[in-house]
């Protein structure tokens, strides 16, 4: 079965611990896109998938305030720019729960969609940036 969201090298930012926590966040939206094209295809709806989104909220909280200590320990000029992005994101994903619970939004491939570019853009746009600033160092 192909990958929903598969990982491109360009994406690597050069710092181990924060690329290996980007590659852990994607892996958790491949098995939340898993679940909900088993449900779609079996009928079913266990929770499994929805308990999938909760785990990858909790551990996207923790990856952005590790990404913070770093940007932090290693004097980012942008750190509070990007705080205020994480907390956006944190605010986004919060609201796209509310909206599935409250039966607003449905689990399907088009929310699927929209999480794989939430964790897209952030990567490739402003954690690029933090790798830039490593590298000019």
């Not at 990858?56 to 942008?78: G, K, S, V």
Request: hydrophobic share 35%; no cysteine; charged share 30%.
């Amino acid at each position: 079965m192909k990958r929903f969201l598969t990982w491109r090298d360009d994406w690597y930012l050069g710092i181990d611990e924060i690329d290996q926590q980007h590659l852990h966040l994607v892996e958790l939206i491949n098995q939340v896109a898993d679940s909900v094209m088993t449900q779609n295809s079996e009928s079913s709806n266990d929770g499994g998938a929805m308990r999938l989104v909760l785990q990858l909220q909790e551990e996207t909280r923790q990856h952005f305030r590790d990404e913070e200590a770093f940007m932090r320990n290693h004097e980012y000029p942008q750190v509070s720019s990007h705080h205020r992005e994480h907390a956006l994101l944190q605010a986004e994903l919060s609201d796209l729960i509310r909206e599935i619970e409250e039966g607003k939004r449905r689990l399907d491939i088009e929310t699927l969609t929209s999480l794989k570019y939430w964790l897209i853009d952030h990567v490739i746009e402003s954690d690029m940036d933090i790798a830039r600033y490593m590298n000019s160092r």
